[in-house]
T-cell receptor, first 112, second 117 residues
Framework: GEDVEQSLFLSVREGDSSVINCTYT??????LYWYKQEPGAGLQLLTY?????DMKQDQRLTVLLNKKDKHLSLRIADTQTGDSAIYFC????????????FGPGTSLSVIP | NAGVMQNPRHLVRRRGQEARLRCSPM?????VYWYRQLPEEGLKFMVY????????ESGMPKERFSAEFPKEGPSILRIQQVVRGDSAAYFC???????????????FGPGTRLTVL
């Protein structure tokens, strides 16, 4: 079935790099996404990667995709306190439209 | 271009009352999705609608919940006879019409936080 898993918590020091990992089960996913949710707010699309790519870089964000292992990661360089949030990994579902399946979210805490 | 808008942002209801949540998609978007986020959990898909049609409601409880996306006006998620377990954040997302399969990213609204007393 469709399932996305993430570790629930991550704590890093300000200035260090953060790596948030995700595994998914649907090998037919076309896009994989990372969303950020700040406390009491909605979801903000951070970045996404097409399934035929291995890596995508966008300023401080680097997304790595290992399609063979169905493993996705989000690296945040020079992590700042403003990066503290919940990060959701998500994939397309199996259906012919854009039903997105979310992971449980990783709560990132940045220690000053 | 305004983003996805949801109202109200916060809604308090007593058990047995009705809750109506509204979502206005981004301009030019004709696909709407509703998700529910229970406290300290991830988002769960509820329903996917296009204008005047429900495409997939597999994630929506069979009873008390209904959704619509009329030709004119916002999409409405309606919860009848609310219970405490309905307390959650309800997010709406929209995407444009492509006709080309699973290529469109969904853009999320700020959510409606429903509290059932």
């Amino acid at each position: 079935g469709e399932d996305v898993e993430q570790s629930l918590f991550l704590s890093v020091r300000e200035g260090d790099s953060s790596v948030i990992n995700c595994t998914y089960t649907d090998s037919s996913s076309t896009y994989l996404y990372w969303y950020k949710q700040e406390p009491g707010a909605g979801l903000q699309l951070l970045t996404y990667i097409f399934s035929n790519m291995d890596m995508k870089q966008d300023q401080r964000l680097t997304v790595l995709l290992n399609k063979k292992d169905k493993h996705l990661s989000l690296r945040i360089a020079d992590t700042q306190t403003g990066d503290s949030a919940i990060y959701f990994c998500a994939e397309n579902g199996k259906t012919s439209y854009d039903k997105v399946i979310f992971g449980p979210g990783t709560s990132l805490s940045v220690i000053p | 271009n305004a983003g996805v808008m949801q109202n109200p942002r916060h809604l308090v209801r007593r058990r047995g009352q009705e809750a109506r949540l509204r979502c206005s998609p981004m301009k030019g978007h004709s696909h709407v999705y509703w998700y529910r986020q229970l406290p300290e959990e991830g988002l769960k898909f509820m329903v996917y609608l296009q204008k005047e049609n429900i495409i997939d409601e597999s994630g929506m409880p069979k009873e008390r919940f209904s959704a619509e996306f009329p030709k004119e006006g916002p999409s409405i998620l309606r919860i009848q006879q609310v219970v405490r377990g309905d307390s959650a954040a309800y997010f709406c997302a929209s995407s444009p019409q492509t006709g080309q399969g699973r290529t469109d990213t969904q853009y999320f609204g700020p959510g409606t936080r429903l509290t059932v007393l």
